[in-house]
């Protein structure tokens, strides 16, 4: 039997699914986008069915992009319930996986296609920044891409422009709002603006204040911990964003990318669900 975590967000989802009794990891996969809001009718079912396919679960825990009130979180649980009606189940929002791997009052710091700033308390969640690439999600690789495509087409793109290839101004608006997934252009957009890194460095800066600007909002303490695939593809923004940070009055605070992914939050919790017999005390997984 197992304990299974799912990290769903909005460029894959990846599961890692342990043995119950010894915690070795007994299977790893990875599919497509798992966002809930943005999945067409019957598609995230199909999904989460698809990776869950062939294990025998004892409890589950499924972090997902898009989960964004308490009538998603029942509606999208009670899919899985489904799915896995012997096992304990819960499904929570994408941010709150990787608090599962830090002590409570711990700011962590999200950056991924999309971002957020969130903590953990006796009372709860508190979580801020993200609302998606429309609204927010600001220091995302998302936010990366719209402030590179903007600074490239306003002709102030000096330290973005060879990352569009021959593409001109032009072509770049068309890609950006005729393509079958935006997100996902604007993501692999930023990625090459990171990559770029430090020629990009003005579109970069701006991003990272943005993102340090809402971290500040909940005053931080000693550290902050950072996660999602930003932080991996160019380490040097650690220090940008530390940079950032400090200029909104919080120099002495550290900035630590944790050594794990946020799926493996997921399967601690979903430990804390089988052990707490889906009952979990905890503040992360309160349905």
Same mark, same amino acid.
Not at 85 to 99: E, G, I, Q, S
Not at 169 to 177: C, G, L, M, S
Not at 186 to 212: C, N, T, Y
């Given at each position: 039997m197992a304990l299974v975590g799912i990290d769903a967000g909005g460029s894959k989802t990846r599961l890692v699914a342990v043995d119950t009794a010894s915690n070795s990891v007994t299977a790893e996969r990875m599919l497509g986008p798992g966002n809930w809001a943005t999945s067409a009718? !019957? +598609?995230?079912?199909? /999904?989460? &069915?698809?990776?869950?396919?062939?294990? *025998? %679960?004892d409890a589950a825990v499924i972090c997902a992009a898009g989960i964004v009130s308490p009538q998603d979180r029942a509606t999208a649980?009670?899919?899985?319930?489904?799915?896995?009606?012997?096992a304990w189940v819960r499904v929570t929002a994408d941010f709150v996986a990787p608090l599962g791997m830090v002590p409570l009052n711990t700011v962590v710091v999200i950056a991924g296609?999309?971002?957020?700033?969130?903590?953990?308390?006796?009372?709860?969640?508190?979580?801020? !920044? +993200?609302?998606?690439? /429309?609204? &927010?999600?600001?220091?995302?690789?998302? *936010? %990366?891409?719209?402030?590179a495509i903007r600074s490239y087409i306003s002709g102030r793109g000096e330290g973005v422009s060879e990352i569009f290839g021959g593409m001109t101004p032009a072509e770049a608006i068309a890609?950006?709002?005729?393509?079958?997934?935006p997100v996902e252009f604007l993501a692999q957009?930023?990625?090459?603006?990171?990559?770029?890194?430090?020629?990009?460095?003005?579109?970069?800066?701006?991003?990272?204040?943005?993102?340090?600007?809402?971290?500040?909002?909940?005053?931080?303490?000693?550290?902050?911990?950072?996660?999602?695939?930003?932080?991996?593809?160019?380490?040097?923004?650690?220090?940008?964003?530390?940079?950032?940070?400090?200029?909104?009055g919080y120099p002495g605070v550290s900035c630590e990318v944790l050594d794990d992914e946020p799926v493996m939050g997921a399967v601690k919790l979903a430990r804390l669900l089988f052990d707490e017999h889906g009952s979990p005390k905890s503040p992360l997984l309160q349905p």
């Amino acid at each position: 039997m197992a304990l299974v975590g799912i990290d769903a967000g909005g460029s894959k989802t990846r599961l890692v699914a342990v043995d119950t009794a010894s915690n070795s990891v007994t299977a790893e996969r990875m599919l497509g986008p798992g966002n809930w809001a943005t999945s067409a009718s !019957g +598609g995230w079912r199909s /999904l989460i &069915g698809e990776i869950l396919a062939d294990i *025998d %679960i004892d409890a589950a825990v499924i972090c997902a992009a898009g989960i964004v009130s308490p009538q998603d979180r029942a509606t999208a649980t009670q899919v899985v319930k489904e799915l896995l009606p012997t096992a304990w189940v819960r499904v929570t929002a994408d941010f709150v996986a990787p608090l599962g791997m830090v002590p409570l009052n711990t700011v962590v710091v999200i950056a991924g296609t999309g971002s957020a700033v969130v903590r953990a308390t006796n009372d709860g969640i508190v979580k801020l !920044g +993200g609302n998606g690439y /429309l609204l &927010g999600d600001e220091g995302s690789l998302v *936010d %990366i891409g719209k402030r590179a495509i903007r600074s490239y087409i306003s002709g102030r793109g000096e330290g973005v422009s060879e990352i569009f290839g021959g593409m001109t101004p032009a072509e770049a608006i068309a890609a950006t709002y005729q393509g079958d997934n935006p997100v996902e252009f604007l993501a692999q957009v930023g990625k090459r603006a990171v990559a770029s890194f430090p020629k990009s460095r003005q579109v970069i800066e701006d991003a990272m204040a943005d993102l340090a600007e809402i971290t500040a909002r909940l005053e931080p303490s000693e550290r902050v911990m950072l996660t999602g695939g930003l932080w991996r593809l160019q380490p040097e923004l650690v220090h940008v964003f530390q940079k950032g940070l400090s200029h909104c009055g919080y120099p002495g605070v550290s900035c630590e990318v944790l050594d794990d992914e946020p799926v493996m939050g997921a399967v601690k919790l979903a430990r804390l669900l089988f052990d707490e017999h889906g009952s979990p005390k905890s503040p992360l997984l309160q349905p």
